[in-house]
């Protein structure tokens, strides 16, 4: 990979590597790129540049999952984060920022390379990183994204909204509900959760 004064000049080997680190999600067959992804092609930032997490968004992953495993039954329940790659048909994965799932199901693929196939019971989205030029709009891809894991199996579905501050709640065969961080959702059964206590009671 050669760089000149104005930009980087890719073999066309180069650029189906890159793009293929570069490939945030896949639905039915066809890539979503991380957002910013152009950028990183033309050489203007790395990919470590728009594959990174906010601070913010880094900080609420932790208290969530270091408050799930506090709640959470280990006996039947495992929790995994990181963007937890989900394979849920034929050319279709999408990454989960935290994923619950039921210990007796998800075991076999724990020690495996491999992106995992069983839908987790519950997944919370923080924000989003994936390129959006090919939605509508911002919404149009949580809506997307929020019925295929539905779709898939998975029982409910968090959306936290770091700019507007907002929980979106989506369940299987329910209305979804949009709410203010200041007010309670439930993940599994007597399991609440409130943003804005959370965050004070480490600030």
Sequence with gaps: ????????TLSEEERKKLLKVLTYEKVRGKPIYYRDYKKVLKGELPPEAVMGSSGL????????IKFLLS??????FILLSNE????????????LDIAVFEKEKVKPYLMQDKLIPVPPKVVIEID?????????SFEDYVHEKTQ??????????????????KVM????????????????FEVLAGIKVNLKDLMEEVS
């Design 1 to 8: 990979m050669a760089k000149t004064a104005t930009k980087w």
């Design 57 to 64: 968004q880094a900080y609420l992953i932790m208290l969530l």
């Design 71 to 76: 709640k959470l039954d280990e006996e039947k």
């Design 84 to 95: 937890l790659g989900f394979l849920y048909g034929k050319g279709s994965w999408r990454n």
């Design 128 to 136: 989003t990183k994936a390129d959006l030029s090919r939605y509508g």
């Design 148 to 165: 295929d894991l539905l779709d898939a199996g998975v029982e409910e579905v968090v959306w936290i909204f770091t700019k507007t501050k």
């Design 169 to 184: 709640v989506a369940e299987r065969g329910k209305k979804w509900i949009v709410q203010n961080w200041d007010e309670d």
